[in-house]
């Protein structure tokens, strides 16, 4: 009986294809992000402290932090991204405020010490 000669490449294509998608599966979820489940620990409280300080610092506001609404993480080559949907309030405690939805992205770097971070944007959060 004579072999086909395009047995050899069918049947290595057959053992390598699992392989193949395991790899692109693997890539299309890295750098995806991931929901934070606890949006109150101190760590993402910090880290939007700082967005909205750098946010002021910037453009001469005077925003303070209310609360995490929501938040991300995305796993980069030198860090983390951490988006953030933060409510936030624009005057001083004793006067009418106004409250604001913002989504911030925050780049940190942790393995330096202290943590790098870098404020990537900060804008009104539209839904």
Do not use: C
């Not at 890539?27 to 946010?55: M, Q, R």
């Not at 405690?93 to 900060?122: C, D, H």
Request: proline share 6%.
């Amino acid at each position: 009986m004579q072999q086909h000669p395009r047995f050899p490449v069918i049947l290595l294509s057959l053992l390598f294809l699992p392989l193949i998608f395991s790899d692109a599966e693997d890539a299309t979820s890295a750098g995806g992000w991931v929901p934070i489940k606890n949006v109150t620990e101190l760590y993402v409280t910090d880290i939007a402290e700082f967005a909205v300080h750098e946010y002021n610092s910037q453009l001469k506001r005077n925003l303070w932090l209310e609360k995490v609404i929501r938040g991300e993480t995305q796993l980069v080559d030198d860090g983390e991204n951490y988006r953030l949907v933060l409510k936030t309030n624009d005057g001083p405690v004793w006067s009418a405020r106004t409250s604001t939805t913002y989504q911030a992205v925050v780049f940190v770097n942790g393995k330096w010490e202290p943590s790098f971070k870098n404020l990537t944007s900060f804008y009104p959060f539209l839904g």
